[in-house]
């Protein structure tokens, strides 16, 4: 995991060796480890030719007969790759985070244009589903916003007089209505 040989590391400190960075100072962990008999935590270590690595590291005491601190057991496995996929996997988060901001975002923007123009107009998807309605397409067919999203553009259009009991419209296939695909089909 370090690369040094037994010859290179027999007789030296293993900090020192490994140029440790400690999350607190090294005093600290030693009384916590005294004190409670084991510290678990994260260290970056230099391997021999200089590479950092981060490693998830428990240190334990062991005592002799009567009690008293005689060494400390470390224990350490190399997590270098977990934390970088971790940190990807933040960044992956905080990238489609602002993604959905933008989108929310221009949402709010074209539900703005949509429902400032008076010509009635839907928007469908790429498989012919209503995405959106105006206002104004509200007040000609009486159909909720919310109520047939997702249901199929032209029987939403078409049908909506007999879905809420008004009257016929014999002039609807005069209406100008504008039709847009927001998805390649």
Request: with cysteine; charged share 25%; glycine share 8%.
């Amino acid at each position: 995991m370090y690369g040094w040989t037994s010859a290179e590391a027999v007789g030296r400190v293993s900090h020192r060796l490994l140029h440790t960075r400690f999350p607190k100072t090294r005093r600290t962990i030693e009384r916590k480890v005294l004190n409670a008999g084991r510290w678990e935590g994260e260290l970056v270590h230099s391997r021999r030719g200089g590479r950092r690595i981060v490693v998830a590291s428990r240190w334990a005491v062991q005592r002799n007969a009567d009690g008293a601190p005689i060494a400390v057991l470390e224990i350490n496995n190399d997590v270098t790759e977990r934390k970088q996929a971790e940190e990807r996997l933040q960044a992956t988060l905080i990238d489609a985070q602002a993604l959905y901001r933008d989108a929310d975002r221009a949402y709010g923007e074209s539900r703005a244009i949509l429902d400032a123009t008076d010509e009635a107009i839907i928007m469908v998807g790429s498989d012919r589903r209503r995405l959106a309605v105006n206002r104004r397409f509200t007040a000609l067919f009486g159909v909720d916003s919310s109520a047939a999203t997702g249901s199929f553009a032209f029987s939403a259009a078409m049908n909506a007089n007999t879905a809420s009991g008004a009257r016929r419209f014999p002039w609807r296939r005069r209406l100008p209505l504008f039709l847009g695909c927001l998805a390649p089909a």
